[in-house]
């Protein structure tokens, strides 16, 4: 019997599933990065190893332990592990309920939470596929400065359980360059930090690349989107707002208000299989 895996994205940003509900796979840094890789791997911006929180609970530090029934244990593409994934949450909870691991109500919607390694998530998984996340606070830390082709940028921090640095962009978003990483300030960031292109299109409504820490350029970051649009509301001097955000991968609306925000947007399984036991064993 090989590993199980699955195959989904959301607005995009794509992850491989690891179904591990006893946490049993070792899940090593040159494993994840085998997976992700597009020529050698399956190809994918993160691995998601989908675990019961008992099984994880030695794992976890002590503030995100959760009393969660599932977890997720998110990866970057490059290895490392990462507190929270916005996208990558939408399609783990759409995992558990169309597995039948969750069960849907009457109104054929689901409601539970998922634990993370930045507290737990609260989700509902729609009729019509698509789920909203509860993502917590999105709190703004300050200002910090980002270059990029040639354009120094001030950026307002956000921390959405993981950090973002929001950038506004006044010139061409499209025509940004951003096949090498964004130089920032190591001291403000020294676990890195995701940065955002944003450019406002109208009251409502946000477009915005990203440039992902362990990753690279992505087509969508769900984190990034809650600090895109808590920029853009706390910007306009409002406590509370919805902003639709445009990624070169689709579109999500976030709404954000003075303690709390939420992300709505698709989430998408789209294969599974076995991954051979050799390959696991010595990725080539
Ligand atoms: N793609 C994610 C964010 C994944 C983690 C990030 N790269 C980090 O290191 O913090 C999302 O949809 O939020």
Redesign the pocket.
């Known amino acids: 019997m090989g590993i199980a895996f699955l195959k989904g994205h959301?607005t995009q940003?794509d992850f491989v599933l690891l179904p591990d509900p006893d946490g049993e796979l070792e899940l090593t840094t040159e494993r994840v990065r085998a997976l992700c890789d597009r020529q050698r791997g399956l190809g994918a911006?993160?691995v998601l190893r989908v675990v019961r929180g008992e099984a994880l609970a030695d794992e976890v530090p002590e503030s995100a332990r959760s009393e969660a029934q599932w977890f997720m244990d998110?990866r970057?593409a490059d290895g490392?592990i990462?507190?929270?994934?916005?996208?990558?949450?939408r399609v783990f909870a759409r995992y558990l309920v169309e597995d039948g691991l969750v069960a849907r109500g009457t109104d054929g919607g689901a409601d539970f939470v998922i634990g993370s390694r930045a507290g737990d998530r609260p989700v509902r998984v729609n009729a019509d596929g698509t789920v909203t996340v509860q993502m917590g606070h999105a709190r703004v830390t300050g200002e910090s400065m980002a270059s990029v082709d040639g354009l120094a940028l001030t950026g307002i921090a956000v921390d959405?359980g993981?950090?973002?640095l929001v950038c506004r962009v006044d010139t061409d978003l499209t025509a940004l360059d951003l096949r090498s990483e964004p130089a920032y300030d190591a001291r403000r960031f020294p676990g890195?930090?995701?940065i955002e292109f944003v450019t406002e299109l109208g009251p409502d409504e946000l477009s915005m690349r990203?440039y992902?820490?362990?990753?690279g350029e992505?087509r969508?970051?769900?984190?990034?989107?809650?600090a895109a649009a808590a920029m853009a509301v706390y910007g306009a001097g409002q406590q509370e707002g919805t902003r639709t955000v445009r990624v070169p991968g689709g579109a999500v609306t976030v709404t954000v208000g003075p303690n709390s925000s939420s992300l709505t947007g698709p989430a998408v399984l789209l294969a599974r299989g076995e991954l051979d036991t050799h390959w696991w064993q010595a990725p080539a």
């Open positions: 959301g940003n911006d993160g998110y970057n490392s990462a507190e929270m994934c916005g996208n990558g949450v959405v993981n950090p973002h890195g930090v995701n990203v992902e820490r362990g990753v992505t969508a970051c769900g984190t990034g989107t809650v």
